[in-house]
């Protein structure tokens, strides 16, 4: 190690509670911004994984919907048989979906319900741990953490879409922060909205021959009205709806752990110099210029930022270990972009912070390691 | 305790650090309270200033916000038949998501019958819709996709015509948007789609009374009020869970702050306090001058961080007009109280070690 950089550990480390307090503060606040970054990333991917899991390669929607989340789409029923018709399309399947409440007691979950057809290929729910994966008439079929939450299982009713259905099957897999996913029978669906020929969504399966950007495309070409994507582009939607929703949150944060982390790292590495006054003094009677001891006041900050960075890190990352395991349906995902942006507020944390002594250290005066008694 | 003043504003670097450290904290945290509280006050504007104490919804739903709710055919009907009810004002709404500028926003739509009511109750310019491609939008969000009356926006599969800006109805995930309720109709094609009724009964009759009344089937019949406690909790499991973290967490790190840097100055000052024991003083008074300094610099610190809370909540409400920062007195109080709490702890651990020295052993090294 340098000597800058030994100076800097021996006059960070003598006062342990201090440097422990420091490291503490930048950890928490930036671990503020990672946890956020984390948590917003995590309720993106947990709002994929219907779109990701229904096996559809290409989705077709009401012009202008491009999402699925708390949205709605209505088509003509007609669509699916459009659909059907053009080239490259193995096999379409129409679904209804809505936002609906599911109750059953006092238990209440928002989830997104289902319309499935009876011969449906694509759609359904990907993970039955109990029962059945098909869904009749009056049936349904819900994530069995919200079945458990209830205190209800297979046989049991709940009421949805304004009506009652019984447990037919437990899927997992199928619920995150904000909702689940039930699946129920298109007809009951469809009788709930007044029997009007509609359908939400209509899933493809495109040939083997063919790519679902082509496929994507001839629709497009050929039915009116409607939004084609691909299951990746709908899925990356998803996933931008809520970056972008959450955009303004993320940046108050940020700029809120980057000014507390700010503070706590200013002030230690000020207070640290100024209690070390002595100890500069001796440095500079001893021939040391000005420059080395600016280094080793920014070389304080760096290893207070860097641990407060690591020990920020560990937490985060042990929030992201204990959060889903404790039945919180909240996932937290630490993505690398979201390490570099917090590496980098860092290294600016410990830049800024090494300015403030900057005044102290050069106006030392070497005599005043002579003087008996003074301020220290 | 002159002593305690004087030694405290000599260096005043320092003191003005202290200050500034617990001032920064404190407003950091109250901030952020503020910023959630708004959040909640801003869920519940359109249920606050619409008309009617009692809410008809789809069987099972019982929040405004979170779910799309379809009530039975010949609802409105049947309450309007009910005795003791003065007004039914039904309404179709629905979460739409659009694009602009690159960016996905959302339009919490709201479809009414000007006739009847449930429109914006704050229209700031313009008219309501008159027509089906006719919609009102919320002024910030106006402001933001730089919208203006007249002006053409997609919804969905058509195309709307902007007629009104409102005031008051943005929200946490959005904005209010107010059309016709044919044109959600027709939108959602769903020809008689009703979502909610909203009931006011007729004077003299009260609200809960009402609502145990009606008996519609399909319908769940609600309080307005118990609606909106349900559109909180919605929102507190979905949004509270991060906000609430980041509240937390600044919480720590303020309250942190605020001990490190009376600690700090408190320690640094040991040899006067040493000085002062040699000249006999008793560690009653060291004590108490100790926690009268960590208090000035504390309160004056927490005084300036409730300004600095209050002056960036109003920086931060005019350059981004969606958020609101409701800074309460609970919160402050609160917060006040764990900081001193925190100083007056963070100097006596210090004072302690001071008020066991012999005194002459500050003179040495």
């Known amino acids: 190690m340098s000597a800058e950089g030994l100076l800097a550990r021996r006059s960070l480390t003598r006062n342990r509670v201090r440097f422990a307090v420091s490291v503490g503060g930048v950890a928490l606040a930036l671990s503020l911004t990672l946890a956020l970054d984390a948590i917003y990333a995590g309720v993106a991917n947990q709002l994929t994984t219907y779109v990701d899991r229904a096996g559809a390669d290409v989705w077709v929607a009401q012009a202008g919907v491009r999402n699925l989340h708390m949205v709605a789409s209505w088509l003509p029923a007609s669509v699916t048989e459009r659909v059907r018709a053009v080239p490259g399309v193995a096999e379409a399947t129409p679904i209804l979906y809505s936002t609906d409440t599911i109750s059953a007691g006092d238990e209440r979950g928002v989830a997104y319900v289902i319309g499935l057809p009876a011969d449906e290929t694509m759609g359904g729910p990907w993970d039955v741990v109990q029962g059945s994966a098909r869904v009749g008439r009056g049936e349904i079929i819900v994530d069995q953490g919200f079945a458990r939450k209830a205190g209800v299982s297979i046989g049991d009713t709940v009421t949805v879409l304004g009506g009652q259905a019984r447990i037919v099957g437990l899927s997992q897999g199928t619920a995150s922060l904000v909702n689940s996913v039930a699946f129920v029978s298109f007809d009951d669906f469809q009788a709930v909205r007044g029997g009007a020929p509609v359908v939400s969504f209509v899933l493809v399966k495109v040939a083997t021959t063919t790519s679902p950007e082509a496929v994507a495309a001839a629709i497009g070409g050929l039915v009116p009205d409607v939004t084609v994507q691909t299951g990746t582009d709908f899925s990356a939607q998803e996933r931008r709806l809520v970056m972008d929703m959450s955009a303004d949150v993320i940046s108050i944060m940020n700029a809120v752990g980057f000014v507390v982390g700010l503070a706590v790292v200013a002030l230690t590495v000020y207070v640290a110099t100024l209690a070390r006054r002595r100890e500069y003094g001796v440095l500079k009677a001893l021939g040391a210029r000005n420059g080395l001891l600016y280094r080793v006041v920014l070389a304080q900050s760096f290893l207070s930022v860097a641990a407060g960075f690591l020990v920020g890190l560990a937490f985060t990352s042990l929030l992201a270990f204990v959060v889903p395991r404790v039945g919180l349906n909240l996932e937290l995902s630490i993505s690398a972009a979201s390490l570099i942006k917090v590496g980098l507020f860092a290294a600016i944390i410990a830049g800024l912070a090494s300015i403030l002594p900057v005044r102290q250290v050069s106006s030392v005066d070497p005599a005043v390691v002579f003087r008996r008694g003074a301020a220290v | 305790m002159l002593l305690a003043r004087r030694n405290l504003f000599r260096d005043r670097t320092r003191f003005l650090l202290s200050v500034l450290g617990v001032a920064v904290s404190i407003g950091l945290i109250l901030l952020l309270a503020g910023y959630r509280s708004g959040i909640y006050r801003q869920a519940s504007a359109y249920l606050d200033h619409a008309q009617g104490s009692v809410l008809v919804a789809e069987r099972g739903v019982r929040d405004f916000m979170g779910t799309s709710s379809v009530l039975p055919a010949g609802a409105e009907q049947a309450v309007r038949q009910a005795p003791g009810v003065a007004r039914v004002i039904p309404v179709v709404s629905q979460f739409v998501i659009f694009e602009m500028h690159g960016r996905k926003d959302g339009f919490f739509l709201v479809g009414y019958d000007p006739a009847k009511g449930g429109g914006p109750w704050d229209l700031a310019t313009g008219r309501e819709p008159e027509a089906d491609d006719e919609i009102v939008v919320d002024e910030t969000a106006a402001r933001q996709h730089g919208l203006a009356i007249g002006d053409q926006i997609r919804l969905l599969d058509r195309d709307a015509t902007v007629v009104g800006l409102s005031g008051g109805t943005t929200f946490w995930a959005g904005s209010m948007a107010f059309a016709r309720i044919s044109t959600l109709q027709s939108l959602l094609r769903a020809p008689d789609l009703q979502s909610f009724l909203l009931v006011t009964p007729t004077g003299g009759t009260d609200a809960a009374a009402i609502a145990n009344r009606l008996?519609?089937?399909?319908?769940?019949?609600?309080?307005?009020?118990?609606?909106?406690?349900?559109?909180?909790?919605?929102?507190?499991?979905?949004?509270?869970?991060?906000?609430?973290?980041?509240?937390?967490?600044?919480?720590?790190?303020?309250?942190?702050?605020?001990?490190?840097?009376?600690?700090?100055?408190?320690?640094?000052?040991?040899?006067?306090?040493?000085?002062?024991?040699?000249?006999?003083?008793?560690?009653?008074?060291?004590?108490?001058?100790?926690?009268?300094?960590?208090?000035?610099?504390?309160?004056?610190?927490?005084?300036?961080?409730?300004?600095?809370?209050?002056?960036?909540?109003?920086?931060?409400?005019?350059?981004r007009p969606q958020f609101q920062v409701e800074i309460e007195p609970v919160a402050i109080a609160f917060v006040l109280a764990a900081s001193l709490l925190m100083a007056l702890f963070a100097a006596l651990i210090p004072a302690r070690a001071v008020a066991r020295l012999e005194p002459a052993e500050v003179f040495r090294g």
């Open chain 2, 215 to 319: 008996s519609i089937p399909g319908t769940e019949v609600l309080l307005k009020g118990d609606v909106i406690a349900n559109d909180r909790k919605l929102m507190a499991r979905v949004y509270d869970a991060p906000i609430g973290l980041m509240v937390a967490i600044a919480f720590v790190v303020g309250v942190l702050v605020v001990g490190l840097v009376i600690y700090t100055a408190t320690i640094e000052r040991r040899r006067e306090y040493g000085a002062l024991k040699a000249i006999g003083a008793r560690n009653r008074i060291l004590y108490r001058v100790v926690a009268l300094q960590a208090l000035i610099a504390a309160v004056a610190g927490s005084a300036l961080g409730v300004g600095l809370a209050y002056g960036a909540g109003t920086g931060l409400m005019a350059w």
